[in-house]
T-cell receptor, first 115, second 111 residues
Framework: GAGVSQSPSNKVTEKGKDVELRCDPI?????LYWYRQRLGQGLEFLIY????????KSGLPSDRFSAERTGESVSTLTIQRTQQEDSAVYLC?????????????FGAGTRLSVL | SQQGEEDPQALSIQEGENATMNCSYK?????LQWYRQNSGRGLVHLIL?????REKHSGRLRVTLDTSKKSSSLLITASRAADTASYFC???????????FGKGTRLSVIA
């Protein structure tokens, strides 16, 4: 079946503008994660959705960042008043989270460049 | 914060040689996983080892886990140019919690 899909694949924006990134998870996956990856670095956890539970927002770096997910479907990550430091690849992953095993399936990411 | 720390940061080998990457972590874990990331792509799951396992094999991959030393190693045997990628370890302390990733090892396999 289809994998995790993210759009856009690339986004160039001006400092101060808002951006919205989209993630379509694999159908039936109850968990959805957003990560940020700066150039040459590892993944930085941002936010986690599990079914209809309240999301774990503990990784969001500031109140300019927010995310939504309706049920077990599409999620959007919004960055308001973008700063140059927000430039990174934003990766989304989904997981069926079965049997206490959290194997994650990643999209190709959105490369955000803030000028 | 990142829990897993891979070592070395970068590794360059000839095709056919074996590649070994190490990962250290700080807290108790439930599972440890290894992922591969090709340039400009998302991560792909390679192998998972549970905290009560010591070694696991999958094709040319061999993973070991030493919970007393809080470390794991990934061995890729008979490397190929297509193995060129970044490799990350990731840990979780329970089934439904976010994974904590290390900074990765960049592997270059030269044909």
């Amino acid at each position: 079946g289809a994998g995790v899909s993210q759009s856009p694949s690339n986004k160039v924006t001006e400092k101060g503008k808002d951006v919205e990134l989209r993630c379509d998870p694999i159908s039936g996956h109850t968990a959805l994660y957003w990560y940020r990856q700066r150039l040459g670095q590892g993944l930085e956890f941002l936010i986690y959705f599990q079914g209809n539970s309240a999301p774990d927002k503990s990784g969001l770096p500031s109140d300019r960042f927010s995310a939504e997910r309706t049920g077990e479907s599409v999620s959007t990550l919004t960055i308001q008043r973008t700063q140059q430091e927000d430039s990174a690849v934003y990766l989304c992953a989904s997981s069926p989270n079965r049997g206490g095993v959290n194997i994650q399936y990643f999209g190709a990411g959105t490369r955000l460049s803030v000028l | 914060s990142q829990q897993g720390e891979e070592d070395p940061q970068a590794l360059s080998i000839q095709e056919g040689e074996n590649a070994t990457m190490n990962c250290s972590y700080k807290t108790s874990i439930n599972n440890l996983q290894w992922y591969r990331q090709n340039s400009g792509r998302g991560l792909v799951h390679l192998i998972l080892i549970r905290s009560n396992e010591r070694e696991k094999h999958s094709g040319r991959l061999r993973v070991t886990l030493d919970t007393s030393k809080k470390s794991s190693s990934l061995l890729i045997t008979a490397s190929r140019a297509a193995d060129t990628a970044s490799y990350f370890c990731a840990t979780d302390d329970a089934g439904n919690t976010p994974l904590v990733f290390g900074k990765g090892t960049r592997l270059s396999v030269i044909a």
